[in-house]
């Protein structure tokens, strides 16, 4: 059976006083959950979230990475220099990425390899706008993404992924996609790597629901066929609140 993964992603936001209260508290509220449980914060937060999540359950993750290992990119940080500082995790391709800083798939590819060869567990995102949704394009992008993204995997790394399907019209936005339509995305994508990487493989890949997800839908989310945990935005920033999701 798959377990449950519940990562917080805190986009720009937290400084590293707020960061470290914030794992104080929240850490002690979540510390009997069977769920893993991730943040993912701003690189100025990377060192006082992992010093602070020390002999906790709270695993950290960050926003974003190049897939050059190093060289003439300013002001961009390496998988190396994530594993060199003890980080787990590292979101790729979010919407707000590709929208806003030209994220494309093959560079979402180019970082999802660079991830694995860092031993770092890339977190990868997928998702449909509103205008794709009401054309009825949402199983064709979002298969088409996580193809793309995963191309040139071996098996082994797919199962390591963790996919977060994010409607992009719902992230933010208050608006969720029902129970059952989030499912059957993710049943769709679940479809698309069982095509490609056989059933052994998809049955055993994590893929996450993200788009509003908080406390008063997080349980129905949750306790579908194949969702996986939850990708969760601006409910992270609230750690009693956060710490109600991870505890479904």
């Not at 897939?67 to 995790?89: C, D, H, N, P, W």
Request: hydrophobic share 35%.
């Amino acid at each position: 059976m798959r377990k449950k993964v519940i990562a917080g992603n805190w986009k720009m936001n937290m400084l590293p006083n707020e960061t470290i209260e914030y794992i104080e508290n929240f850490s002690k509220l979540v510390k009997d959950t069977k769920n893993e449980v991730i943040l993912c914060v701003p690189y100025t937060d990377l060192f006082y979230a992992l010093m602070s999540a020390q002999d906790t359950n709270v695993k950290i993750g960050a926003q974003n990475m190049h897939f050059e290992e190093k060289g003439a990119y300013t002001g961009e940080v390496s998988a190396q220099m994530l594993k060199a500082i003890g980080v787990e995790y590292v979101i790729i391709g979010h919407s707000e990425r590709r929208q806003y800083f030209n994220e494309t798939d093959e560079t979402v590819n180019k970082k999802v390899k660079a991830a694995f060869e860092n031993e770092l567990k890339p977190i990868v995102c997928v998702g449909e706008t509103l205008e794709q949704r009401e054309a009825g394009e949402t199983e064709k992008i979002i298969t088409t993404q996580t193809k793309l993204a995963l191309e040139g995997l071996t098996n082994e790394q797919v199962k390591n992924v963790i996919i977060a399907y994010e409607p992009i019209w719902a992230i933010g936005t208050g608006k969720t996609a029902t129970s059952e339509d989030a499912n059957n995305s993710i049943k769709a994508i679940r479809n698309e790597i069982k095509n490609i990487y056989g059933e052994d493989v998809s049955e055993n890949v994590i893929i996450q629901y993200g788009g509003s997800v908080k406390s008063s839908n997080a349980k129905e989310l949750f306790e579908t066929s194949d969702i996986d945990g939850g990708l969760v935005g601006g409910a992270s920033l609230k750690s009693d609140e956060f710490a109600k999701i991870v505890n479904v």
